[in-house]
């Protein structure tokens, strides 16, 4: 059974950092893509950031180029989320989601999805 | 700025057919760009439905549908119950690693 574990989520100042986390089980991790999607409180959903199967290749909505990071360890199956000078409309529930296709190096479309952790900024 | 479009909202009666639809400000929506579809109720986490335009996941029936319709991507339900009442958002992939998520539709079964 595939399983995403998010984790990392909490409370933090504008200006402050943090990292989230998604352990996958389930799954050949280093065989998909990834990407974590977003959902403020009361709005639609928002895609963050994806990463491709070995990497190297990472990806970036503009509402978060130059201040977040994500990156994978495929040794510990686990997706991460670097989140820097963070602002109040940041606040969201952060998703991890497993890319559809084998070994395709961008993630288009998602099959499965963590619970999600909430992020709030908040001075 | 790429906009990706839904219907804010729409409503079905139970046993109907609901079309939603996907669509794109700069131009037609086509299978190039892999569209997906996922239901969300409140306070849980998305449900994938469709990818790759008309795939359907792991355990969705098959009153689900996924189609282009003229310029757009478009969801089909038939068969309409109660707990299909819910959000639906569609994704489109722009190349590059890129994705962008609709605002979302709103679908009520009354």
């Known amino acids: 059974e595939v399983q995403l574990l998010e984790s990392g989520g909490g409370l933090v100042q504008p200006g402050g950092s943090l990292r989230l986390s998604c352990a996958a089980s389930?799954?050949?991790?280093?065989?998909?893509?990834m990407s974590w999607v977003r959902q403020a409180p009361g709005k639609g959903l928002e895609w963050v950031s994806g990463i491709s199967v070995s990497g190297g290749s990472t990806y970036y909505a503009d509402s978060v180029k130059g201040r977040f990071t994500i990156s994978r360890d495929n040794s510990k199956n686990t997706l991460y989320l670097q989140m820097n000078s963070l602002r109040a409309e940041d606040t969201a529930v952060y998703y991890c989601?497993?890319?559809?296709?084998?070994?395709?190096?961008?993630?288009?479309?998602?099959?499965?999805w963590g619970q999600g952790t909430l992020v709030t900024v908040s001075s | 700025q790429t906009v990706v479009t839904q219907e804010p909202s729409f409503s079905v009666s139970p046993g109907g057919t609901v079309t939603l639809t996907c669509g794109l400000s700069s131009g037609p929506v086509s299978t190039s760009y892999y569209p997906s579809w996922y239901q969300q109720t409140p306070g849980q986490a998305p449900r994938t439905l469709i990818y790759s335009t008309n795939t359907r996941s792991s355990g969705v029936p098959d009153r689900f549908f996924g189609s282009i319709l003229g310029n757009k991507a478009a969801l089909t339900i038939t068969g309409a119950q109660a707990d299909d009442e819910s959000d639906y958002y569609c994704v489109l992939f722009m190349g590059s690693g890129i994705s962008v998520f609709g605002g979302g539709t709103k679908l009520t079964v009354l």
């Open positions: 989601a497993k890319g559809v296709i084998v070994l395709m190096v961008y993630a288009t479309g998602f099959d499965y």
């Open positions: 389930g799954f050949t991790f280093n065989n998909y893509a």
